[in-house]
Each structure stands twice: as C-alpha cells, then as structure tokens.
C-alpha cells in the first residue's frame, strides 16, 4: 500500500503561482510513475500531468503544459506540481495519484492504484 498526502493548496489571486506537494509513504515511490489530477465539484476529473519513476519523461494537458511542471525527489519521496500564471479556471481539488504502470497512459484513465485526498486550490479574479 503506498499512502499520499497532498498539500500547497490555498487561495490566490489569478497570475500567482502555487506548488503542491505530495509525500509519499509506504512503498519506495520509484516503483510507481506519478501524477496530478483535479477536479471540480460535479465534473469528471481530469488530468493535469504525470511522469515516469525518475522524472525523466513527463506529460501535460495541453491546456497545462505551459504552467505547470511536474517533478519528483525519490529520495524524499515526494512528488511536485508548480503552478505558475494561475487563473480561476484552475480552481479544483488537486489529487496526487501513483501507479505501477506508464505515466504515458494517466491523461486517458483514472484509474490509477493509489489517490491522495485532495488539496484545495482556488484562484480569484
């Protein structure tokens, strides 16, 4: 079992940048590829980015792919998303997933092994 645990969250004003954490315990994290997903109250979740054990290939929503960088540091078993140039329309819950296979596969399923609770994020105009 591997357990994660978001944080980051909070309210900023469009423009401003955000980085969420997620920290992992359990199982080594370099088992796993990783990602971020979001979801807004009464919508289907939707993928934000992934990357492989060592964070040496990464993918993006193309709504995304020029703010947010996802990264990992194994060693501290910990998982990152920053978030630059904010707008309202990213306000959702942030969810850190892992799985033991490709990140390549995470924009099209979500069904991944192992979800964190949530982080909020809300962007005022």
């Known amino acids: 079992q591997v357990q994660l645990v978001e944080s980051g969250g909070g309210l900023v004003q469009a423009g401003a940048s955000l980085r969420l954490s997620c920290v992992a315990s359990?199982?080594?994290?370099?088992?796993?590829?990783v990602g971020w997903f979001r979801q807004v109250p009464g919508k289907q979740r939707e993928f934000v980015a992934s990357?492989?054990?060592?964070?040496?290939?990464?993918y993006y929503a193309d709504s995304m792919k020029e703010r947010f960088t996802i990264s990992r540091d194994n060693a501290r078993q910990t998982v990152y998303l920053q978030m630059n140039s904010l707008k309202p329309e990213d306000s959702a819950i942030y969810f850190c997933?892992?799985?033991?296979?490709?990140?390549?596969?995470?924009?099209?399923?979500?069904?991944?092994?192992?979800w964190g609770q949530g982080t909020q994020v809300t962007v005022s105009s």
């Open positions: 997933v892992a799985d033991p296979t490709s990140a390549s596969t995470f924009s099209y399923r979500t069904n991944q092994r192992y």
């Open positions: 359990g199982r080594e994290l370099n088992r796993y590829a």
């Open positions: 990357a492989n054990w060592d964070g040496s290939s990464t």
